[in-house]
Nanobody, 129 residues
Framework: QLQLVESGGGLVKPGGSLRLSCAASIFTLDYYAIGWFRQAPGKEREGVSC????????GYADSVKRRFFISKDNAKKTVYLQMNGLKPEDTAVYYC??????????????????????WGQGTQVTVSS
């Protein structure tokens, strides 16, 4: 069974950067689309970014465009979320999730958490001065 482990969260000042990692316990990520989601206290979970199994398609929520960047290292079976220009409103628990897809597929989505089958335990990101 696929397991995902997030890391890299922490406390950072506004304007700072963090890089989150999502490590997968499987042989390859070639058959999985990966999404990043976040949930702030008292708010619903929202999608942040996603990357297709092929790595060809990448998507970002409007709130993080040009600040967050998703990437994938197949050799390390890890997906990264580079977060720059962090704002207090980015404070949340960040989760990565995986959806089984065909090899070379160009699909991913950050609109529907229900489309993903496996979830990590989350990592806390706090942006505060």
């Amino acid at each position: 069974q696929l397991q995902l482990v997030e890391s890299g969260g922490g406390l950072v000042k506004p304007g700072g950067s963090l890089r989150l990692s999502c490590a997968a316990s499987i042989f390859t990520l070639d058959y999985y689309a990966i999404g990043w989601f976040r949930q702030a206290p008292g708010k619903e979970r929202e999608g942040v970014s996603c990357i297709s199994s092929s790595g060809i398609y990448i998507g970002y929520a409007d709130s993080v465009k040009r600040r967050f960047f998703i990437s994938k290292d197949n050799a390390k079976k890890t997906v990264y979320l580079q977060m720059n220009g962090l704002k207090p409103e980015d404070t949340a628990v960040y989760y990565c999730a995986a959806a089984k897809r065909p090899l070379g597929d160009g699909w991913c989505s950050f609109d529907g958490a229900g489309l993903y089958d496996s979830w990590g335990q989350g990592t806390q990101v706090t942006v505060s001065s």
